[in-house]
Nanobody, 118 residues
Framework: QVQLVESGGGLVEAGGSLRLSCAAS????????MSWFRQAPGKEREFVAT????????SYADSVKGRFTISRDNAKNTVYLQMNSLKPEDTAIYYC???????????WGQGTQVTVSS
């Protein structure tokens, strides 16, 4: 069982930065692929970024590539999302997801609100 708690959201002006954190419980954190998703009002949840448990391979949605950076600290059981050059269209609830090594189980956090004003 893994529990995820996101933090770091807030209100920021366009062009600003925020860093989201996702703290995970559980001994097997280092074996989970960690991802960030977001959901804007009236829209479906969409993929933002992912980082694998080994080699820390990363992948990003085209809409955030070059502006967002995902990273992880296995010693702290935490994954981060550094968001720079924020745009109003980045406004959404951001969710952290942990996927088991076998890919058979997903865990989700409760989400953190990010609002970017124009």
């Amino acid at each position: 069982q893994v529990q995820l708690v996101e933090s770091g959201g807030g209100l920021v002006e366009a062009g600003g930065s925020l860093r989201l954190s996702c703290a995970a419980s559980g001994r097997a954190f280092s074996t989970y692929t960690m991802s960030w998703f977001r959901q804007a009002p009236g829209k479906e949840r969409e993929f933002v970024a992912t980082i694998t448990w080994t080699l820390s391979y990363t992948s990003y949605a085209d809409s955030v590539k070059g502006r967002f950076t995902i990273s992880r600290d296995n010693a702290k059981n935490t994954v981060y999302l550094q968001m720079n050059s924020l745009k109003p269209e980045d406004t959404a609830i951001y969710y952290c997801r942990a996927r088991s090594r076998a890919g058979t189980t997903d865990y989700w956090g409760q989400g953190t609100q990010v609002t970017v004003s124009s």
